[in-house]
């Protein structure tokens, strides 16, 4: 995906809120995703995540996973290195045979 092929692009920045209590602190990616969508957008084309690590490229969390999944399967994650390289796969690939929204609504038709 080249940033070009778009009209309009919208960057939300964020960063980790950490907290002495791990499951309370909140990663950079939920505080991304949660400001877009209290500034009223609810679809996604992709995230870029980044990190000071060297050795291997930054991964989202499990909690992150599913968080990103609530606004659909087919977005992509770019996961970076510090020396700018970074990974392309998308929410699907990240999170296979998930459970989002849809699962939801098919309960209630039953």
Not at 1 to 13: G, V, W
Not at 69 to 96: A, C, H, I, N
Request: proline share 3%; charged share 25%; net charge negative.
């Amino acid at each position: 995906m080249e940033l070009s092929q778009f009209k309009y692009i919208k960057f939300t920045t964020s960063c980790n809120v950490e907290n002495a209590c791990y499951s309370a602190g909140l990663c950079a990616e939920r505080t991304a995703i949660s400001k877009a969508v209290s500034e009223g957008h609810k679809s996604f084309k992709a995230i870029a995540i980044a990190s000071d690590l060297e050795d291997r490229f930054i991964s989202p969390c499990g909690a992150c996973r599913q968080f990103m999944r609530e606004f659909g399967s087919q977005w992509d994650v770019y996961m970076s290195k510090s020396d700018g390289s970074y990974k392309l796969m998308t929410v699907e690939e990240l999170l296979p045979s998930s459970f989002g929204p849809d699962d939801l609504r098919a309960r209630e038709n039953h």
